[in-house]
């Protein structure tokens, strides 16, 4: 609604993993470094994890946007929970015509002839499985059985494993010894700090405006108070700047001041993803759509 006015190509503050808009923040970048290196060197298993809203789907996008071109890709999204559902859906991704009673056996054995295919291409398969918390240990442990499949000098699956932090304890529990010594590469992504916060805002708007001037700015103290707010996740960093860009349109302003994001953020609970607004915004959102 308002991209027109302050000069936006796309808007700014989408909560949405468009890699376009990645930040690489120091942690950002290292959780992108890592999760690419396993999967360009045929290394086997990553897990990232962070807490909701803290970027880790963004990283996965990244990812895949940099070895889409010469890498097979497959995402597991929704909670699994038994292993043989999870050797199924890598056999729809490999384009497997699994029987519905297939022996789980069988599913590993078409699996590894198709994926010797793939490595004598120099195609890695990656299988990325987003909100790995929510699956049950034996899909864990399936996991682990597809890090078997290997040739002497690399594995056949790239796994990325994305996770929320209570999957950590669960992945150093003595149950998961043989899962966890798999594992080459581990990175927990953390808030931004104060001056990523800054940084982040001011690189959406520019990607945003197409790399041109936005014509609109967040004053320094502005950006102060939505860390102070937001405590540096990204997620709840995209909710109250968007907020306060409608609201900056409403008045017909060109800059985001300190008195704004207090408006916005008055009825806003902190630290917990998407609520809804202040009446005062939502006044101003039902004006602007009727305008």
């Known amino acids: 609604m308002y991209n027109e006015y302050f000069g936006f190509e796309l808007s700014p ?3 949405t993993p468009d890699p376009r808009f990645f930040y690489d923040s120091d942690d950002h970048r290292e959780a992108l470094a890592s999760t690419e290196y ?40 929704q909670g699994l929970t038994t292993g ?11 384009d497997i015509q699994a029987p519905r009673d297939a022996d789980r056996i069988d ?14 291409a120099n195609r890695p398969f990656v299988l990325i499985v987003d909100e790995a918390q929510m699956h049950t240990n034996a899909v864990l442990q399936e996991i682990r059985t597809l890090t078997n499949l290997e040739t002497p000098s690399s594995k056949l699956v790239q796994i990325v494993m994305i996770g929320q ?9 003595r149950q998961m010894d043989a899962l966890r010594q798999r594992i080459v590469l581990m990175h927990h992504l953390n808030p931004l700090s104060q001056e990523d916060t800054t940084g982040y805002i001011h690189h959406r708007l520019s990607v945003a405006a197409g790399h041109k001037q936005p014509q609109v700015t967040f004053q320094d103290d502005a950006i102060d108070l939505i860390y102070q707010f937001s405590g540096g996740v990204p997620r709840l960093i995209n909710v109250v700047s968007d907020n306060c860009l409608l609201v900056t349109f409403v008045r017909s302003a060109r800059a985001v001041t300190s ?22 915004i939502n006044d101003s959102i039902k004006f602007a759509r009727a305008a």
């Open 107 to 120: 599913m590993l054995d078409e699996i590894e002839t198709v994926l010797l295919q793939y490595h004598e």
């Open 13 to 15: 503050f989408e909560n």
């Open 165 to 173: 932090p209570e999957l950590r304890p669960r992945i150093e529990s």
């Open 259 to 280: 008195e704004i994001v207090n408006v916005v953020t008055r009825d806003l609970v902190p630290h917990s993803g998407v609520t809804g607004a202040s009446v005062e």
């Open 38 to 77: 396993t999967v360009r060197m045929r290394k086997g298993l990553a897990l990232i994890t962070g807490d909701i809203g803290s970027g880790k789907t963004t990283v996965s996008h990244a990812m895949q946007q940099r070895v889409q071109d010469s890498a097979r890709i497959a995402v597991v999204r």
């Open 84 to 94: 043989k559902q999870l050797l199924k859906q890598v056999c729809r991704a490999l």
